[in-house]
C-alpha cells in the first residue's frame, strides 16, 4: 500500500515513516488513514474522490477498516446523518477516556448531535480524523477544507465546547 499512496495528502509521508519505524502488524491502518487525510470536504459527499463530509468519512474509514480487519462488522449499515450516528444509532455511549479506534466522537452546538469525528485509537493515541467545512454552516463547501487528523484530548483538544459523547458503533 505505500507505494500507492498519492503524494497529494500532506499525511503520506508521515505515514509511510510510522509504518517502517513502527513495524506493527496493522500498518496498513497507517496507510488507510493516509489515503483520507487531505481529500476535499464536500457536503454530502461519499468518496475521497469526489469529496467527504463527518458522516461520509466516517462510514469510508469503518468500511475500509471491516475489509483490512481491523474492526468487527456492524450489526446494521452505519447510517448517514450525524444524529443518526450519534443518536439513534443505538450505539453504546463510552467515557472518552476509554475511547478505542473506530469510536465515533460526537459534537454539537445545540440539543442534537451535529458533527462526528473519528477515534483513532492505539495507532495515534490522543488523535481521530475528522471532516468539515472551516465553516459555521456544514452545508457550504469550503474549497480549502480536507480532511484531517486532529487532538481530542489534553489543552489543544479539537471543538472542546461542543464535545458531547462518545459513541462505539457494534
Not at 123 to 134: E, R, T
Amino acid at each position: 500500500w505505500q507505494d500507492q499512496l498519492p503524494e497529494r495528502h500532506q499525511f503520506a509521508a508521515f505515514a509511510r515513516k510510522a509504518a517502517e519505524w513502527l513495524q506493527v502488524r496493522h500498518s496498513r491502518v497507517y496507510g488507510l488513514i493516509a489515503s483520507l487525510v487531505g481529500c476535499p470536504y464536500k457536503y454530502g459527499g461519499n468518496t475521497p474522490d469526489e469529496g467527504l463530509d463527518c458522516t461520509g468519512m466516517s462510514i469510508q474509514l469503518w468500511d475500509w477498516s471491516v475489509r483490512m480487519g481491523l474492526l468487527h462488522p456492524l450489526s446494521r449499515p452505519m447510517m448517514r446523518r450525524a444524529v443518526e450516528q450519534g443518536e439513534r444509532s443505538g450505539y453504546g455511549q463510552v467515557p472518552l477516556s476509554d475511547v478505542q479506534y473506530g469510536d465515533l466522537l460526537c459534537y454539537g452546538t445545540g440539543e442534537h448531535v451535529g458533527h462526528i469525528t473519528v477515534c483513532l485509537g492505539r495507532y495515534l493515541p490522543g488523535w481521530g480524523i475528522g471532516a468539515n467545512s472551516g465553516r459555521s454552516h456544514t452545508n457550504n463547501d469550503n474549497p480549502n477544507a480536507r480532511v484531517k487528523l486532529f487532538r481530542y484530548s489534553g489543552e489543544r483538544m479539537y471543538w472542546r465546547k461542543g464535545f458531547k459523547f462518545a459513541v462505539r458503533p457494534r
